[in-house]
C-alpha cells in the first residue's frame, strides 16, 4: 500500500541514515554508483553520476528547446536499464507521449512519413510492439490540472507498480494550486514544495520539467536564475539541469537534436559547465 511509504523521514532510524551515509562513501571509493541511478547519457552522468530517490531533480528549457524530449529520453534509457519509470504529464496525451517515446527507442525520425514510409513504419511498429511488452512504463496524462490530482497520479503509478523508482511530470509551472486565488508565484512555491514533499515521502527521484524566462533566449546561455519564479524551485531541487541551444542550433538540429549546454545545482552548490549531451 501506498501508505506504508508515507512519512519516511519518521521512520528511519539515525543508525540507518548513518550507515547509509557509510554505504554511499564505500561505493563511491570503490567506484560503483551506489544510490545513483544513472540517465544514460554519458556525458551527464560523468559530471552528476545520476539521479538519487528521495530528491527531486529539475529539468529546465525554453519552450521547444528539448526538455521533454530529454525526460523521455532519460526515461527509455533507464527502462531499458531494467528501472521502473513513470511519466505524468499536463501539456501533452498519453498517445502523444508514447508516440515520442517510439521515436525515441526505436531511433526514428519523426519525418519518416514524407521519406521513406515503408522502412519507417516498419521500424516505429517495431518500437510500439517493444514499448507495449516492457512492464517498466508507465505514463499518465490529465487535463485537470492541480497538484492533488498530480499527487493523486504520482500515487496512482506507485500503486500499480510498487518497483518505481523515477517519475517524471511534465512540467511544473503548468499545475495550478487547489487555491485558484494564489497568484503565480505562490502556486510556483506549493507546486515544487509539493513535488519535493512527495519524492520524499514514496523514496523516489521525481523529475520534473520546468520552463526558462525569456531571458534564456538567443544566444545567452541560462543559468538557474532563468527558471520562472526561480528561487523557489532553485531551493527545493537537490539537482537542476538547464538546457540550452543556441538559436542557430535550434535551426539546424532535428527535434531530437543532441547537443546541449548544461548549468547545474547539486547539494546547495551551482557549477556552470558546457557538456554535450548524446
Known amino acids: 500500500?501506498?501508505?506504508?511509504?508515507?512519512?519516511?523521514?519518521?521512520?528511519?532510524?539515525?543508525?540507518?541514515?548513518?550507515?547509509?551515509?557509510?554505504?554511499?562513501?564505500?561505493?563511491?571509493?570503490?567506484?560503483?554508483?551506489g544510490a545513483f541511478i544513472p540517465t544514460g547519457i554519458d556525458g551527464l552522468d560523468?559530471?552528476?553520476?545520476?539521479?538519487?530517490?528521495?530528491?527531486?531533480?529539475?529539468?529546465?528549457?525554453?519552450?521547444?528547446?528539448?526538455?521533454?524530449?530529454?525526460?523521455?529520453?532519460?526515461?527509455?534509457?533507464?527502462?531499458?536499464?531494467?528501472?521502473?519509470?513513470?511519466?505524468?504529464?499536463?501539456?501533452?496525451?498519453?498517445?502523444e507521449c508514447f508516440e515520442r517515446l517510439a521515436y525515441i527507442e526505436g531511433e526514428i525520425n519523426p519525418e519518416f512519413a514524407e521519406s521513406n514510409c515503408a522502412q519507417g513504419l516498419q521500424e516505429a511498429t517495431k518500437a510500439i510492439d517493444e514499448i507495449r511488452s516492457n512492464p517498466r512504463y508507465e505514463i499518465m496524462d490529465t487535463t485537470r490540472r492541480t497538484i492533488s490530482n498530480v499527487k493523486r497520479m504520482i500515487r496512482e503509478i506507485m500503486r500499480r507498480n510498487p518497483k518505481t523508482e523515477v517519475i517524471f511530470v511534465d512540467y511544473l509551472q503548468k499545475i495550478l494550486s487547489d487555491d485558484r486565488s494564489k497568484d503565480v508565484k505562490n502556486t510556483v512555491k506549493e507546486v515544487s514544495g509539493a513535488l519535493t514533499d512527495i519524492a520524499k515521502d514514496l523514496d523516489i527521484c521525481l523529475v520534473a520539467m520546468a520552463q526558462l524566462n525569456r531571458g534564456a533566449d538567443e544566444e545567452k546561455v541560462p543559468t538557474l536564475s532563468n527558471f520562472k519564479e526561480a528561487s523557489d524551485i532553485e531551493q527545493d531541487a537537490h539537482l537542476a539541469i538547464v538546457i540550452h541551444r543556441s538559436m542557430i542550433a535550434q535551426m539546424e538540429a532535428s527535434t531530437y537534436g543532441k547537443t546541449n549546454t548544461g548549468t547545474w545545482k547539486e547539494g546547495g552548490k551551482t557549477s556552470c559547465k558546457d557538456q554535450t549531451l548524446t
Open 46 to 95: 560523468k559530471v552528476i553520476k545520476g539521479f538519487k530517490k528521495g530528491t527531486m531533480v529539475v529539468l529546465g528549457a525554453r519552450p521547444r528547446v528539448g526538455k521533454t524530449a530529454l525526460g523521455l529520453s532519460i526515461m527509455n534509457n533507464m527502462v531499458n536499464d531494467g528501472i521502473f519509470c513513470g511519466f505524468v504529464s499536463v501539456e501533452m496525451t498519453k498517445k
Open 1 to 33: 500500500a501506498i501508505d506504508s511509504h508515507s512519512n519516511t523521514d519518521e521512520e528511519q532510524t539515525k543508525n540507518e541514515a548513518l550507515n547509509e551515509v557509510v554505504k554511499d562513501w564505500i561505493d563511491r571509493c570503490n567506484g560503483e554508483q
